[in-house]
Structure formats: C-alpha cells, structure tokens
C-alpha cells in the first residue's frame, strides 16, 4: 500500500456527536469527511461537510457515494439496505459491512449468531406474544424484555419479574417481535473496544462501565478487576470480530459474572465507552475507524495510564436551549479534558458531553481518585441550577 496526502474522503451516516468526533481524528490524517444527518447544524457539521436527509435517506446516501472513496456509519438507524444497493450501484466500499449491520440491528439475530459460534451469551428467548414472554418469565425467572432493534441508553428495555407483569411490559415496551434475555447477576459490566482492519485485529484494554438507569456514566481503564478476567474479556472480542464482516471499530460490552464473561451487546461502531481513548490511548477509537474503514494501517492501542471518562448528561426537567455551566473548574482541574458535543438543545438525561481524566503510572493519583474526581466535575457541569447531586451511591 502507498498513501500519499491529502488523503480521501470518508462519508458517514450520522453527523451526532460520534462522527463530530471521528472527524475531529480524521483531519489530521489529511482524511475529508461528508456526513447525513437530518438535524440542521447537526454537531459533525463544524468539523465536516453535511448532506441534508433521514440516515435511510437513498439519496443522500447516493450523495454520499459520489462524494466519498468510502461509507460508513456512527449510528445504527443507517438501513443496510439501502447501503447494500448503493454499494453495488456505485462500487464504493462500505464498512462494516451491510450484512453485519443488518444482523447486529436485530437484538435477537445478534444473539443468535453469537451462540450458534459457541460465543457466550445469556440465555434468552424469542418473544412475539404475550405467552412467549410469561413462558421465557417461568423459564428463567426475571428477565429483561428487550425491543429487536432501535433500543439504546435504557430505552427498548423492560424488566420483568414476574408472570403478572407481562402484559404491561409487553404492552410498555410496544409489542412484538421482542426478545427476552435472562437477568444475569454480574459483578461488573465490561466493554472493549475492537477494531479490525486490512488482515489486522486489535482490542483496547478492557474497561468497566458504571452505569446508573441503564445509561452509561463513566468507564474506567483498567477495569477494576483481575487480569485473567481482562484477559478473557479481550479473547471473546476476538472471537465476536470473527464473526462479522467489514472493517472498522466495534463496541463490545460484556457481562463479569463469577470469573466468566458472557456477550451483553454489540456496537458496529465507535462506542461511548471508548471515549477514554482519545486522550488515554496512544490511538483513539475514532482515529482508528477511520484508519480501518479506509484500509490504512492501525495504530497502537496501548493505554497511555489509568483513565475515567464520565458522560455530561442533561440534568433538566424539559427540553431547553443548551448552555453549560461550572466549564472553568474543568478546565482547572490538571489532567481533566473536557469534550461538548455541540447540541443546540439539552434533554433530560441527553449525553451533551463528556470529560476525561488520565493519570500515568508514575503519579500518585488512584483509579478511585480519579472516579471521584471525575464525578465531581460531572456534577458541577450543569445545565441548570445545579448538577446532578450526590450520586456516588446509586453509580456503584
């Protein structure tokens, strides 16, 4: 392979805060990027040029083919299908591929796919009526009712925890088809970041992810946990990557649950719980997807010390104008980088930002130190009269 800069153009579907991010990494690697993203002004856009259209929009993506050497995507709601016919009507490669879109989008496939390759996953079942749900319910106890595909940060998710519930739940959640996923009593909450490229594969270290109402506040790097564990962490991210096609970045988040890990969800893209990377990495997850997507060799993905990165989330009641408050004791704060995504309009518990600190293995600070820390900045950052409160109990 021979590169020479400026380099070529990465169109993507998105233009949120993932490929605001990604093209922040592309540009000095001499890479253009072009994204489609229905929001006017969407947060990509300081940082790339914006096509105007729904993220299934055929001819935006069109657009984005005859602007782009290659496509790819920083939001699941992309339609494979569409990739898959623009793909083969303009020769422009697309990465991931469509076929491993296409299966992740589905919860259930997803699933399915792990467990006929041997992969670890928790038990669950199809659901597409009320009595699939009360049967998976007496089968396994509690369970996590699950829409198919377009749930995130909590929504799509109904817990279940008994045979009464069912109805209502199935009825919350918005009916089938849906899948119901056995509660699994873990330890801790895993992610890895994974990436693959030409005939390349590798992973960053495990992190641990604190959640708090099934969104996700802070990682932390190292996870605290031992090292066969992080090991394995690592080696089932390998064997997931094994089964899909297509280059790029994944985000692979694992359940810890007495020394074994097992597969919560997929991410065919940059995932919040890499965003420690970018300052605690020798190579960001989003300086790697574009490297991967277009080809290019990977970079290093040592870790640079232990890092926390913690998510700045909407602490209002209602939708309201955006504007930040407490920046200047992040900026203050040595080793803490601060991250605004550019959202015109805050909502109650929207990710608006993060912050990240990083401390190298010469210094005296511990990963404990640095969660506290970091919970502190992302309680004076504020959106409202205050932050988010105390709520180091609830996070742990």
């Known amino acids: 392979m021979t590169l020479t800069l400026p380099g070529p153009t990465i169109g993507v579907v998105g233009g949120g ?30 940082v790339a040029e914006q096509v105007d259209g729904s993220f299934d929009d055929p001819e935006g993506v069109r657009e984005l083919a005859e602007r782009a050497d290659v496509l790819t995507f920083e ?15 303009y020769g422009v490669a697309v990465h991931p591929s469509p076929e491993t879109l296409r299966t992740i989008q589905d919860k259930l496939v997803q699933k399915r796919t792990l467990e006929d390759a041997g992969v670890p996953v928790p038990p669950f079942r199809r659901v597409d009526d009320v009595s699939d749900l009360e049967a998976a319910v007496e089968a396994f106890g509690a369970v996590m009712l699950k829409a198919r595909t377009g749930g995130y940060d909590g929504r799509g998710n109904v817990p279940v925890h008994s045979v009464d519930e069912a109805e209502d739940a199935l009825a919350e959640l918005g009916g089938a088809p849906a899948m119901a996923e056995s509660f699994v009593e873990f330890e801790r909450e895993l992610s890895v970041i994974a990436v693959r490229g030409d ?23 190292p996870a605290r946990t031992t090292d066969d564990v992080r090991a394995r962490a690592e080696e089932v991210a390998h064997d997931v990557l094994s089964l899909l096609d297509g280059r790029g970045v994944f985000g692979i988040e694992l359940f810890e649950s007495d020394g074994e890990i097992s597969v919560n969800e997929i991410a065919p893209r940059p995932h919040n719980s890499g965003h420690w990377t970018i300052e605690g990495a020798l190579t960001s997850q989003f ?28 602490d209002v009641d209602e939708s309201q104008p955006a504007e930040l408050r407490g920046v200047e004791t992040a900026l203050s704060t040595p080793g803490a980088s601060l991250h605004w995504y550019g959202k015109h309009e805050v909502r109650p518990l929207r990710k608006m930002g ?18 506290e820390t970091a919970r502190g900045l992302a309680d004076e950052l504020t959106f409202g009269d205050g932050g988010f409160g105390d709520t180091t109990e609830t996070r742990e």
């Open 199 to 221: 005939r390349e594969l590798k992973t960053f270290p495990a992190g641990e992810n604190v959640h708090e109402d099934e969104i996700l506040r802070e990682t932390v790097v």
């Open 354 to 371: 993060h912050v990240t600190l990083v401390d190298d293995e010469s210094g005296d600070a511990t990963t404990d130190d640095l969660l």
């Open 75 to 89: 939001i699941e709601l992309a339609d494979p299908d569409v990739l898959e016919s623009v793909r083969d009507e």
């Open 17 to 46: 805060q993932l490929g605001r991010m990604l093209a922040e990494a592309a540009a000095p690697l001499g890479v253009d990027v072009v994204v489609l993203d229905p929001t006017p002004d969407c947060p990509a856009s300081v």
């Open 287 to 314: 300086e790697q997807h574009a490297r991967s997507v277009l080809g290019w060799p990977l970079g290093a993905t040592n870790r640079r010390g232990v890092a926390v990165s913690a998510n700045l989330l909407g």
